[in-house]
């Protein structure tokens, strides 16, 4: 049995040697073994499946978030070690365990004021990325103790072995922002680089999947008839697929220039918010439920206000919140010129997924079991009205 079980861990090995990963259309595999060497990632094998062994040892923390399952995966798919700290129960990120093999996913316990919990979690780790964020004041965490506070408390740590760093912020962000989401991530960034200059921003425009706070937002407003979540219709948005995201991150490790850099980190087509409402409303079929409904941005401000002085902080219990209506005020969430960007990393429009492709999958879920049985005739999104009303703009 013994002898067997070496056969087969030998060819397991030999399997994995003779693949590899492609990020961009550019290959990773044992030609990389001194570039990581000097990157400080230990002795690298063989970058190849899941299976195989890359040297790289990530902490990920806010892995039980939207993002952690993507990153988490992104990592693990050619063979990283991945630590994904947690504050609560540990089934929290336990559905993370698939995303490597047997014994890479490691969950660890940790506080995020408890410096001495951040140091177990990444001991033995050549890579910290830090997911943790939020745009609501919760009654454990306000914005400025998630946004700034917690991300203190890690790069202190992490200043005292140098390790590589890779913060999630926001497009948009700066600390003189009108917008206190914004402000407090654009603080988040001055903090970190002055703990570690070396680290890697990355800001995200906002993100979609199968699993966001975004769309899925949205369409239950929608499929409830209140029409309450409107932000600034005329406000750009660049919005980019959770997985396209995952990937960049994983890119920025495995590129040197991008050590001390901001990346803004968008989709291929630029929206205005009246676009993403109406492809929402035609996809769930309530059109009319919720077509005339306009509120003005002080309306908006009013019911938000209720829902936080009534129900107290949660995405599960607040639709609409202060601080997301500052946000989509404070600026237009596209790119911006002023730093690096996909191209930089060297993905190209066709690479990257569009809202529009994958929206239909979204929101069909949403539709009410009375209007299942109404006709729909698909229509490509790009062709139908309202986005002839005002075309969208590919980014190439």
Not at 87 to 92: D, F, H, I, Q
Not at 148 to 164: G, L
Not at 184 to 204: M, Q
Not at 234 to 251: E, W
Request: glycine content about 6%; some cysteine; aromatic content about 8%.
């Amino acid at each position: 049995m013994r002898a067997a079980r070496r056969v087969l861990v030998k060819q397991r090995r030999a399997a994995s040697s003779r693949h590899s990963v492609s990020f961009n259309n550019s290959c990773y595999s044992v030609n990389e073994v001194n570039k990581n060497q000097k990157r400080g990632y230990g002795s690298m094998e063989v970058i190849g499946g899941r299976s195989s062994q890359s040297g790289i040892v990530a902490t990920v923390f806010g892995a039980s978030g939207v993002m952690g399952r993507y990153v988490v995966s992104a990592l693990g798919r050619f063979g990283s070690n991945v630590v994904v700290p947690f504050r609560g129960e540990p089934t929290a990120v336990h559905h993370l365990k698939t995303a490597g093999d047997l014994g890479q996913v490691v969950p660890v316990w940790w506080n995020p004021y408890h410096k001495e919990s951040i140091r177990r979690a990444v001991q033995h780790s050549s890579l910290v990325i830090n997911l943790v964020g939020s745009i609501l004041d919760t009654k454990n965490f306000s914005l400025e103790d998630a946004n700034i506070e917690v991300t203190r408390n890690i790069a202190e740590v992490c200043a005292e072995k140098d390790i590589r760093f890779i913060q999630l912020s926001a497009i948009g962000a700066d600390p003189n922002s009108a917008s206190r989401f914004a402000r407090t991530k654009g603080e988040a960034e001055l903090v970190l680089r002055s703990y570690l200059p070396k680290s890697t921003i990355v800001r995200p425009s906002p993100i979609f999947c199968m699993q966001d706070r975004w769309l899925n937002k949205i369409a239950d407003d929608s499929v409830k008839g209140k029409g309450i979540i409107a932000y600034n219709r005329d406000t750009k948005v660049q919005p980019i697929y959770a997985g396209d995201l995952s990937n960049m991150i994983v890119s920025c490790i495995l590129e040197d220039k991008t050590q001390g850099q901001t990346i803004e980190a968008c989709g291929p087509t630029i929206y205005t918010m009246e676009q993403i409402y109406a492809m929402i409303q035609y996809m769930t079929l309530t059109e009319d439920k919720v077509r005339n409904y306009r509120p003005s941005v002080d309306t908006q401000r009013i019911f938000a206000t209720i829902y936080e002085n009534t129900f107290g902080g949660g995405y599960k219990s607040i639709p609409i919140s202060t601080n997301e209506i500052d946000w989509y005020q404070a600026s237009d969430l596209v790119e911006t010129g002023k730093h690096l960007t996909r191209r930089d990393l060297g993905y190209t429009t066709d690479q990257l997924s569009d809202v529009e492709e994958v929206i239909i999958d979204y929101m069909r879920g949403w539709r009410e079991t009375e209007r299942a049985p109404l006709e729909l005739k698909f229509i490509e999104p790009r062709e139908a009205l309202f986005l002839k009303t005002v075309p969208a703009v590919r980014d190439e």
